[in-house]
């Protein structure tokens, strides 16, 4: 039996490889990854710079994890649609395997495989603890809310034991050796600047951010993780993204390490991360809409000058500023100021939350269709088991929370490194001589506040109000 296991992006590991480990139990064994354009091509890569940098050393540990256990994986370029059903051709392989992809053009795509292929195309589940779609209400509806989501995946998901690496793997056959294949592309190469801030990809390096975790932080995770100045969370996100790391392995480690409440915090996170998948699943057009019909043709401002402030950091408000310098700089932000941030340019700035749902994708490393959406539509207030669209984060007093001694916006915001703890969330409200001391001149080296906080809030309510015809 001669298998062709393709590896796409969200699967870069050998261990707990479903689909490797099968194959290569059957016999012969071909490992496959499509350079495909609609991610690869310069001008695709550079809509994703940090996760293309995160991508292509996975793909290089990738590769040197299968020579280790005696396989190869063959890089070919072209479009997968295309390539996948040649090669299969080409190499007379008895199946070939994968995992599944919930985004609908990952669905689509797998679709006209399928199609094009003459033999069995199988694919596994891997991206999720649950598979999409087996979590439902008692009348067989998808979920619309979280907890009871939640509560429904305790009963019936039932999460296997991870599959170890494999030891040895089969060696590839002679014919696939001749196959034409290309090196993991480099980011210069691709025209895209490396940079050093961004995580570096990869199984060993995923397993080491795993171990850190579990060791230390994980265990005040329920207290920690809220905090945006402590290195109190996995940072794994980019790892469960590209799948260095599988989320059963994370759940199984968690299950193994944590108590208590740190426990139950930390995986009813990756239950959120379930929910948002499993989300998508089911409503694909939610990548283009929103879950709340009645938020469609919400009166969103066309304001060039604030989203500029926002992208760039110079809004006047340190955590937002913080927030969209962390993004920028290295390809991550804290959960909870992605929240303060989303707020922030959905609600005081009454900007479309679409615009920032495609920043964040562009730039955040661990950039995914369903977590991505799922956070700013719950963010403004329209997505499943959303906020109250009446909620509107206060800037300063989430800073002075979650910040208490501005470390965070100090590490980001270097203008106010030195604005004590007291004034760092709300530069403009502080005394001449204090803004003195610190060497900030407001409206020079860091911006007043570019809306107020009061008004901005009451002109998004009334907005809301008027357009959702509630009181
Ligand atoms: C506006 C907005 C946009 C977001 N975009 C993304 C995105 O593109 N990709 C992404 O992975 N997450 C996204 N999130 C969710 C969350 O912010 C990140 O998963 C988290 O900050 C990653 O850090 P961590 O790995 O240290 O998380 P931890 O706190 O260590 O959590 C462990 C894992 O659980 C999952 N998780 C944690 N919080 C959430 C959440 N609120 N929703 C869904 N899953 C969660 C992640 O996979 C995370 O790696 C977004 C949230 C918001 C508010």
Known sequence: MRTLVWFRGKDLRVADHAPLTEAAAGGELICVFVL??????????????????????????????????????????????????????????????????????????????????????????????????????????????????????????????????????????????????????????????????????????????????????GRRYHDARDRMDVAGTSRLSADLKFGTLSVRTVWARAQATLTGDALRVFCNELIWREFAHHTLFDRPELLTRTFRADFAGFPYRHDAEGWSAWTQGRTGYPVVDASARQLLGCGFVHNRARMISASFLTKHLLIDFRLGEAHYLKWLTDGDWAQNVAGWQWSAGCGCDAQPYFRVFNPRLQGERFDPEGDYVRAWVPELAKMPAKYIHCPAEAPPDVLRSAGVVLGESYPRPIVAHEAARARFLAAAKAHLGRP
Not at 109 to 131: K, N
Not at 172 to 200: E, H, I, K, W, Y
Request: net charge positive; hydrophobic share 45%.
């Open 36 to 217: 495909d354009p609609f991610f690869f091509a310069s001008d695709r890569a550079a809509e994703l710079p940090h996760r293309m940098q995160f991508l292509l050393s996975s793909l290089a540990s990738l590769e040197k994890n299968l020579a280790h256990a005696g396989s190869k994986l063959l890089i070919v370029p072209g479009r997968s649609v295309e390539v996948i059903p040649a090669l299969a051709e080409q190499l007379r392989v008895d199946r070939v395997f994968a995992h599944r992809w919930v985004e609908p053009f990952g669905r689509e795509r797998d679709r006209r495989v399928a199609q094009a292929l003459r033999v069995p195309f199988v694919l596994y589940e891997g991206e999720t603890l649950a598979a999409p779609g087996s979590i439902r209400t008692g009348a067989q509806q998808a979920f619309s809310v979280f907890s009871p989501f939640a509560r429904a995946f305790a009963k019936v998901a039932q999460i296997g034991a991870p599959i170890a690496a494999p030891k040895r793997l089969p060696p590839p056959p002679a014919d696939a050796l001749a196959t034409a294949t290309v090196a993991v592309p480099t980011c210069a190469q691709l025209g895209l600047p490396d940079n050093p801030r961004v995580q570096s990809g990869g199984e060993r390096q995923a397993r080491e951010r795993l171990d850190a975790f579990m060791a230390a932080a």
